[in-house]
């Protein structure tokens, strides 16, 4: 998944949960790397992390699982993107 797809999913996913009204109640994650396959390609060797993100409606029927499949350096990218959105809403928030 390129960084502008990875930006369009989050995007999907931010206005999915404000759109809706959905918090964040749970998140899982699963870290893999791929060791081999029958063809031999640039994937070998690169690792991803499966996110699932479980939202939950404010009045508290509606759960919604969103699944995510990202590399390493898109998670790293992701994370600091919502470290500089944390650090937005503590000044404004």
């Not at 893999?32 to 690169?46: C, H, L, M, Q, R």
Request: some cysteine.
């Amino acid at each position: 998944m390129s960084r502008c797809r990875l930006l369009r999913k989050k995007s999907q996913v931010t206005n999915k949960m404000t759109t809706q009204n959905q918090q964040l109640v749970d998140l899982d994650w699963k870290f893999a790397i791929n060791v081999a396959n029958s063809k031999n390609d640039e994937n070998t060797g690169t690792a991803r992390l499966y996110l699932k993100l479980t939202t939950m409606s404010n009045n508290g029927t509606d759960r919604t699982d969103i699944p995510l499949s990202v590399t390493l350096e898109q998670f790293y990218a992701l994370v600091h993107q919502l470290e500089k959105a944390k650090l937005e809403m503590d000044v404004y928030g």
